[in-house]
């Protein structure tokens, strides 16, 4: 079983930084593609970016600029730096494989992002 643990999230005022950290256990974890999810209260999970085994990454059109998604196939780490931050990115912050069939969700992390 796959075990995804997110840490990192917090208070900031808009215009700060966070860094995201998703720890993976799981020998297959360098061979899937990765991504990071945020659901926002009453909203459907979004899937923010992704990012490939050899790092290829995308984003959502609301993050790009702001957000950069990385990952240590060694450590089996998942990384989300985000900038720039805007009220309209409070949410709780998942990771998972970018798309189904999804691993057992970890407990996210909130991010809460102040006017």
């Known amino acids: 079983q796959v075990q995804l643990v997110e840490s990192g999230g917090g208070l900031v005022q808009a215009g700060g930084s966070l860094r995201l950290s998703c720890a993976a256990s799981?020998?297959?974890?360098?061979?899937?593609?990765m991504g990071w999810f945020r659901q926002a209260p009453g909203k459907q999970r979004e899937l923010v970016a992704s990012?490939?085994?050899?790092?290829?990454?995308n984003y959502a059109e609301s993050v790009k600029g702001r957000f950069t998604i990385s990952r240590d196939n060694v450590k089996k780490m998942v990384y989300l730096q985000m900038n720039s931050l805007k009220p309209e990115d409070t949410a709780v912050y998942f990771c998972?494989?970018?798309?189904?069939?999804?691993?057992?969700w970890g407990q996210g992390t909130q991010v809460t992002v102040s006017s």
């Open positions: 799981g020998a297959i974890f360098s061979a899937v593609t």
């Open positions: 990012i490939t085994r050899g790092g290829n990454t």
């Open positions: 998972n494989v970018h798309t189904l069939p999804f691993w057992d």
